[in-house]
């Protein structure tokens, strides 16, 4: 049964979801279980590529397998829906094709961190100039609840009856280690929080990373909305963004878990130093 914090969610998010102005986005209706987190997401990233006047000819949506693979199916733009854990790859590859286009990468965590996990560092040191969304239920939604990385120990599913003996990765401090310039984490409850995360991870130049905390409300019964909600925070109200050894350490806090932006730099992009190499402005040591 739906708990009354998951039920006002969702009603929640259906009240902004009609309130919002962001129809121009819309293509095919989404298909995820209602009161899914992925809806807050998606109409996050409606708000943010509007209210950024992006063209939709130079927007593109690249995702994985899994729940949130469907992204590109579900917002007007240029999308591909790739193979699972590779939506990272496909998106540098399409971002050194054309710098000029937004490029967006939609992904879970079993797609992101485990099936993919591979990628993630590399893009994160390069500095590509992309946002990657990661939309953590702690479960493999789409193939009805195996464990994934973010799953917490002890947690029963078909693929762990006895409980989940392995510890789970925290992908916002992975996203710190790897290097990633713009590292953020929301939860899909705060929708306004999400939107404007994702508005200026897509303004930032380089690599951005938003962990989203993102409930399945149909096969994860360990991690909820009522879970989350009673050890979010936001993070100091002065906090300072460039320090990357304090980030690492508030990211990796359980109780509290902070939300907010926990680091952003400003050193060229890799768009930026391929076009100073290739004009012969700077020469790679």
Known sequence: MMSFLSKRSVLEGLKSAKASKTKEWRDNLPTWC???GHFTGLHGLYEAVERLKIPQ???VVVSGIGCSGRFPFFIKGFGLHGLHGRALPIATGIKIANPALTVVVVGG???GV????GHFPHAARSNFNLTYILLDNSIYGLTK???SPTSPMGM???TSPYGNIARPVNPTTLALAYGATFVARVFSR???MVSDVITRAIQHKGFSFIHDLSPCVVFNKLVTYNSWHEVVTDLPADYDTQDRSKAMGLAGSIDPIYLGIFLQEHIPSFDD???QVKKGLIHPA
């Open 145 to 147: 609840g195996q464990i």
């Open 114 to 117: 485990g099936i993919g996990g």
């Open 273 to 275: 130093l391929s076009q």
């Open 34 to 36: 209602p009161g899914c």
């Open 156 to 158: 029963k599913s078909g």
């Open 109 to 111: 965590d079993g797609d």
């Open 190 to 192: 705060e929708r306004d």
């Open 57 to 59: 000819k130079d927007f």
